[in-house]
């Protein structure tokens, strides 16, 4: 793919540019007719003649539409945009766009794997994530073992010669401990394994994961970068050598994305630096109330001091998000429904980063095997949490909202 134009460094003037080519967004008489890149729906495209036809798939470095598999200008412009956001990816660099989240995680390790080799995973990662270890790669004679993703000399101890990749989540999107990621990529590198990390928290405007020792950053689309809940969608950054392995394993499987939905994630984009900002102010005030309440033990929220790893986001990120955690002082899980069958402003269901808050049970006890929940330093008793994503709503009125959800759950001990 051709050099993506320099941009100016601050991230927010490049997400409004990133993707916009003349080329995808014109047209011969008119370059840069329009402001998005338009819709190409499209499986097919026509040559003149047998020649050209010919000469299609050689000139298909994914500048030049030649099947709809290998995507078209408008997948091509959010790909671009994305890698936009890693610069650290370089010239040779880019982006693969996949189905899901899930499918983006999947092909990331299926390119850094193969059998015989061992898979290492932060504990706090996404329950998915660990059940493709564990019911697929396991059929494929991958190995998969978990880590601690606070103890860095445990990690080092895990490593060994068969360690071929290594899958971080910083923070995870449960329990929400960022990790050390510059500590752990040295150490894996050493070895020679892949780091893969999920960042799909933060984003590249939160933390520049290729800058940081990542060799593959992959993000659930479906969060923040779409933003309003109505798509599914994933993504893979990485510099020249793993993008083009991603690629190779992207079209052996046939993994595509709609350009429907690569119009709209296009759109997300260009809205997310604000969006995040609000969140996060939001979340960060949310927190703060919640800690200082009684009914409330602990509070997991990387923006908050006393969060686990807070000193490292501190150091390594750039900004936040809404998606946190808080635990309630002992209680029962029947307390804990009450409380959140009482929201009025949450929306109970999975996913996050859209405009709109959610709100699930959080319960991680069972998707950890390598560290403990309760937290180390947590007491037992405070075991039935909440996870939260604040969306764009007043944070007084979200603040009032999980007023009176407390005093639903004091009713309910
Ligand atoms: C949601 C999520 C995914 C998976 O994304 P989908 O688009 O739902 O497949 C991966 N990682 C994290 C951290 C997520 O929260």
Redesign the pocket.
Known sequence: MAKPPSRPASSATRLVGAGRRPEWTGTADHPSAVVSPPVWRASTHLYPNTAALKEGPRHNADGRFYYGRRGAPTQWALAEALTEMEPAAGPDGGSLLYP??????AGAVLTAVGPGDVLLMTDNA?E??RVLARNFLARFGVETRWFDPLDLGGFERTLCDRTRAVLL?SP??LTLEVQDVPALAHFARKRGACIIL?N??ASPLGFSALDHGVDIS?M????HVGGHSDL???SATAGAEWYRKLRQTSQVLGQVASPDDAALALRGLRTMQVRLERETASALAIAHWLEGRPEVARVLCPMLPGSPGHELWRRDFTGGCGLFSFVLKGGTAQARDALIDSLDLFGIGY??GGFESLVTPLEPAHARSASPWPLAGMDPADRFGLRLSIGLEDPADLIADLEQGLAAWGASL
Do not use: H, N, R
């Open positions: 899901s989240g899930v499918a983006a995680i996404y998915p994530s989540e995870g999107s999920d799909t928290w992959v659930s689309l479906t969060k599914m969608m994933g996913s996050w």
